[in-house]
């Protein structure tokens, strides 16, 4: 049985979540089916989510090498297909003026260009591959909730501006309330671009299926449960078959099966992030609290909530999760986070709640994502450590790793020029792993203290 960080209710890979994405996928014409022979390909990818399915879609398109996704659960089944649907810039808990201070500015700039260039190629995709998930708002809205807070949102916006050249636009509260929406806690924002919303799952299955058209193999309900060495391949067996390839990508950021490879151990700290949904509102509800943005938005502290208002008029909310992952702690958590909605939109106290959730958020010990090779074996590819800015980091991780493994010998251990210094290779383990979870909550509960007090 795999020691999994979390409570086992969190790794049901038969099991699909209940959330409202879910509910609304629609159809995709995928071919994923298990694995249930004995198979070899030149690279097998373990994780169906936007980092590996972007992997086998650049690679299949741009390579002559045959490529195998193998997934534990369902495509999407994971973060990418559960997440709010914000594709925005981010993926680091490090900010931009600790990147710069520890790396340099160069470096600070080339890191958040690739993130605008994640963005934009997530956009692409949904255009080139003409895939079913409507892009949504101009532009991410994050929010102060106090006024030391709204100035510490400005100089940050200043700096993002001025520093980095980022697209950013201070609104203040009176406008904001005129513009956007109204809440007790609203003290102005900043408006970040280029940034949208999504669906979710729809963009990840619609990603498998031009994975598969461009010749990648799709292996759906195909958990890795033994990963070994013969010869110069590697021997990736499931409950159905086996799969034998030269070069292996690991791409399950925050479900990464520690059990299997010593390297993984102790490298990420998967956090549980959960979201609620309501009923569909009505023009009076919206009107309720004067809401007339459909882009997405974020409370700009430590512990932020994020939500947006979906294309049927429902309203997503989201936050930190649960302790230990287990369905019982859940439930609790969700009572609290419907309450937190409540304190940022009082007139929505009477809304009902059709849909609750939760997922992992994976962050790493230097607060950056980490894209490499293991030193070991240059065979082994990896990407992950996305904190919570997925959609666009994980797509553009995949693809350099494509790009990557494309174009290099199987024993060259250089990482590429074009990756940024703070991304580059395995992330330092965290201290006492095993204790992971009792930091994490202390750390949590720091957090909670100082913004009751700022």
Same mark, same amino acid.
């Given at each position: ?24 996928a629609g ?22 989510g ?6 086998a879609y ?7 090498l ?7 659960g369902?495509?999407g089944?994971g973060?990418s297909?559960r997440?709010g ?10 900010g931009?003026?600790?990147m ?14 690739c ?6 190629l997530?956009?692409?995709?949904i255009?080139?591959?003409k ?8 532009g991410?809205?994050a929010?102060?909730?106090s006024?030391?807070?709204f $100035?510490? @949102? ?39 671009? !280029?940034t949208?919303?999504?669906h ?7 990603l498998a299926?031009?994975?598969?058209l461009?010749g990648?193999?799709?292996h759906?309900m195909s958990?890795?449960?033994e990963?070994?060495?013969?010869g110069?391949?590697?021997? @990736?067996?499931t ?9 292996v ?28 949904v309501?009923?569909?509102?009505? !023009?009076?509800? @919206?009107?309720?609290?004067g ?6 938005s ?7 909530n994020?939500?947006?208002?979906? !294309?049927?008029?429902r309203?997503? &909310? ?5 302790a ?20 940022l &939109?009082p007139?929505?106290?009477d ?16 607060m950056t ?6 030193d ?10 996305y ?9 553009w991780?995949? $693809? $350099? ?12 251990r250089?990482?590429?020029d074009?990756l ?5 290779g395995?992330?330092e ?12 909550q ?13």
């Amino acid at each position: 049985m795999p020691d999994w960080l979390y409570h086992k209710d969190m790794y049901r890979f038969d099991r699909p979540e209940p959330s409202y994405w879910e509910s609304t996928a629609g159809k995709q014409s995928l071919k994923a089916t298990p694995l249930t022979t004995n198979e070899q390909f030149d690279v097998a990818i373990i994780g169906g989510g936007y980092t590996g399915l972007s992997a086998a879609y650049h690679l299949a398109r741009d390579s002559n090498l045959d490529v195998c996704v193998l997934e534990a659960g369902h495509i999407g089944w994971g973060a990418s297909g559960r997440n709010g649907g914000f594709c925005s810039i981010g993926g680091d808990a490090m900010g931009a003026e600790a990147m710069v201070e520890r790396y340099g500015l160069d470096e600070a700039r080339a890191y958040y260009r690739c993130q605008v260039d994640g963005v934009q190629l997530v956009r692409d995709l949904i255009v080139d591959e003409k895939i079913d998930s409507p892009r949504q708002g101009d532009g991410e809205l994050a929010i102060a909730c106090s006024e030391r807070g709204f $100035q510490k @949102l400005k100089d940050h916006a200043e700096f993002q501006f001025r520093m980095l050249g980022l697209d950013t636009k201070v609104v203040g509260r009176e406008e904001f309330s005129e513009r956007f929406f109204k809440s007790p806690l609203q003290h102005g924002a900043v408006i970040l671009r !280029p940034t949208f919303g999504l669906h979710p799952l729809r963009f990840v299955r619609g990603l498998a299926r031009a994975a598969e058209l461009q010749g990648a193999r799709l292996h759906s309900m195909s958990e890795v449960v033994e990963w070994s060495k013969d010869g110069q391949f590697h021997v @990736l067996t499931t409950e159905g078959g086996t799969l034998r390839a030269k070069q292996v990508v690991l791409a399950t950021n925050g479900y990464s099966p520690e059990h299997l490879h010593p390297e993984l151990k102790g490298r990420s700290m998967p956090i549980i992030s959960s979201i609620v949904v309501t009923r569909p509102m009505t !023009p009076d509800d @919206l009107a309720l609290q004067g809401w007339q943005t459909d882009s997405p938005s974020i409370t700009a502290v430590r512990l932020l909530n994020y939500y947006r208002v979906l !294309p049927d008029g429902r309203f997503m &909310f989201g936050g930190r999760g649960s302790a230990n992952g287990s369905d019982r702690s859940a439930e609790g958590n969700y009572t609290a986070l419907i309450a937190r909605s409540h304190e940022l &939109f009082p007139n929505w106290r009477d809304l009902e709640i059709d849909y609750r959730w939760h997922g992992l958020v994976c962050m790493t010990r230097r607060m950056t994502p980490a894209i490499g090779r293991l030193d070991d074996d240059p065979s082994v590819f990896f990407a992950f450590g996305y904190h919570g800015n997925g959609v666009n980091t994980a797509t553009w991780s995949g $693809q $350099q790793v494509a790009q990557w493994l494309a174009s290099s010998g199987r024993k060259e251990r250089t990482t590429p020029d074009w990756l940024p210094g703070m991304i580059r290779g395995m992330p330092e383990r965290l201290p006492l792993a095993s204790l992971r979870l009792t930091y994490l909550q202390a750390m949590i509960g720091a957090f909670r203290l100082a913004q009751r007090f700022s």
